[in-house]
Structure formats: C-alpha cells, structure tokens
C-alpha cells in the first residue's frame, strides 16, 4: 500500500489530500488568512507559514507523515518542460524562487512536497506533475504576430490534459489516438487542442475569452492609451484581476449572476452569454487547428456547472463535435495518479535541468 500526500498550492489557501493507494483519506482545503498573507513580500516567502500550518493540520487528523511513500505537488512556472512527472531537486527550487518570471502560488507546491519529504521516510519521493508550463506547441503555435513576442504555452495544463484522458478513456480510445478540444472555465480560461496525446495549441487568459476576473483579448487600438495613464502593476491588475465579468457586474460570483438572470437582470444575461459566446469562438478557432477532426469538445471548471453556460455554448460549437461537460478540477486525482504510476514503475520521472 502506497501511502501519497498532494499539495496543491492556491493564491489564499492549500487543497490537500491523502490516500492509501487509490483511496482517499483526506480531502480538505486549508484556509490562510489574508493579513498574515499579506506579511510576505512574495510568494515563496509563505513556505515556512504554510508547511507550519499544514502539519499541524496533518497531525491533528492523525496523518502520519514519517510513512509518506511520496508528496507530490502542482507544477509552478518552470521554463517550458514537457508533460508528465518531475522530480523536485535544488535546480527545480532555485528557478521557482529566484529565476521565474510568473509568481504564481502554484510555485510553492515544488517547495511543499520537498519540506514534507524531509520529514517522511528515507526512500519518500517529492515530484511535480504537469506544471503549469508543460509546452507541447508546434512551430505555427509559437508565432504572434510580432517578432519577439512568442506565444507561450502556460495555463490549467494539469486539469486539462487529466479531463483530456478521461475523455478519451470514455470514448473507448487511447488518448494517443484522440482529438479533442478542452474548455477550462474559471476565474482565468484557457482552451486547448488535443492532437493525439499532445496538447499542440492553446488559448491562455490573456489572449482568449474573458473570464470571470480577466479580460482576454482586448481591441490594442483602444486599449493602448489606457497604458500610458496607469502604471504597470495598475494595468495588469485591471486585465487580471478586476477585469471580465467583475468589471461589468461587479461580482466575481457566477452564482450571484445567475441570480440576477433569474430575476430578470437583463445586463447580467448579456454579460454571462457574451462570456459563453467568446469561449464558442475560441472552440472554434481551435477545431481549425486540428482542422476540423474533432472527437469531443469538453467543458471544465467551475463553469462548467452552470446550464446556462454550457448551453449557450453547445448550441454554437456543437456542429464541430459532441458537447460533454465535467464540472469542476481534478487536479488532486490527476497527481495521485501521477505518483502512483511513477511509485509503481509504469512511468518515469524526468529529472528538471
């Protein structure tokens, strides 16, 4: 019996999760609280504070760390890697705390897995799994439309690509042998394009639809000027976090907003479609990538529980493929299994250079 710990690092709390071979034993989301968060300069600061408070968590609900097999955490901004598992090392730790350019919480779950590895047996594994850099692009992937400015391969790469293998394992064929397109729908959204086992092209949060906080691609003819009256930090806080839905309805809750519709809001219906209208567009635009041979368009997220959306959605994109909906993430399931079969031999795991 394999004894897994899955760390999963988010901007205000940790989803942690334990299991004994498949099974679960532990599921819970550890809170953190805003001003003491606020304390830290930057994210890789919050390692001592976290690692604290998640073992004193552990060890109040009788988990005992010393027998973990293996700590596996979500992937953080590496440089561009290839998909599947990675052993933490100094080099991996080093790039997360001093050389990468995105600050992103999900760089902490490297770092957690190699705390809670030197507190566990001699032969415990710490691994990484489908971080959020995993670039499988093809060269017409890469090209923007301005020398110097490449395209970057980077967003919910480790729910997606685990969505993209469930899919294919539902329709009785190999990931391998599958095309698919995968719609993650949350506070950012990325869409990808599953060309037999590899995810050969994306649209990231920045250059696709709006979402619930971000804006997605914007018109640079009119956006432009606003650059020149708001600092850096104030114009990536407007496009990442008080943009898309929020700077329309005023709310970050889908919830909230399905609501109002419900009570006749007319403005917060238009907003909610236009959001599913541009997540159509960008299907579309993918189904051309794979041109067309498309076996399942899938819809995750935390969006995806919403009928309106997936509705909206399916009635334009539905002549490209059968629609399917998996709400929700299945990011903690999606590294156990990683560790699992790096645990059992049936996958290797690369070593980060």
Request: net charge negative.
């Amino acid at each position: 019996m394999k004894k897994i710990l899955v760390i999963n690092p988010g901007s205000t709390s940790t989803k942690i999760a334990y299991y004994e071979d498949k099974e679960e034993r532990l599921n819970e989301n550890v809170f953190h609280d805003d001003s003491e968060l606020a304390e830290f300069k930057t994210i890789a600061d919050q390692y001592d504070y976290r690692l604290a408070l998640i073992t004193t968590f552990l060890e109040k609900e009788g988990i005992d760390i010393s027998e973990l097999d293996a700590v596996v955490g979500r992937g953080g901004s590496l440089p561009p890697v290839e998909a599947g598992a990675y052993l933490v090392n100094d080099q991996m730790i080093d790039w997360l705390v001093n050389k990468t350019d995105v600050h992103h919480a999900s760089n902490l779950g490297a770092m957690l897995a190699q705390g809670f590895k030197e507190k566990a047996k001699s032969e415990c594994i710490a691994m990484i799994y489908d971080p959020i850099t995993v670039d499988q692009f093809h060269d017409l992937s890469r090209i923007s439309g301005l020398k110097g400015v490449n395209r970057r391969s980077i967003g919910h790469m480790l729910n997606m690509r685990a969505i993209a293998m469930k899919t294919a394992e539902d329709l009785g064929k190999p990931y391998e042998e599958t095309n698919l397109i995968v719609a993650h729908l949350g506070s950012g959204s990325t869409i990808s394009a599953h060309q037999k086992g590899r995810m050969i092209d994306l649209s990231i949060d920045d250059e696709g639809p709006f979402s619930v906080e971000r804006t997605g691609s914007l018109c640079l003819k009119e956006f432009i000027p606003f650059c020149y009256q708001m600092t850096q930090e104030e114009i990536t806080s407007w496009t990442r976090k008080k943009g898309g839905m929020i700077s329309y309805l005023g709310t970050n809750s889908g919830i909230e907003v399905e609501k109002r519709i419900d009570a006749g809001d007319k403005e917060a219906e238009l907003i909610l479609e236009a959001m599913a209208y541009q997540v159509a567009k960008g299907i579309g635009e993918l189904g051309t990538v794979l041109n067309g041979q498309v076996d399942q368009i899938v819809i995750t997220g935390g969006f995806a529980y919403s009928k309106r959306i997936i509705n909206w959605v399916t009635e334009r994109v539905s002549f490209i493929a059968p629609v399917s909906a998996i709400p929700g993430e299945f990011e903690m399931e999606a590294l156990r299994n990683g560790a699992l079969r790096v645990l059992d031999g049936t996958e290797l795991a690369n070593e980060f250079n």
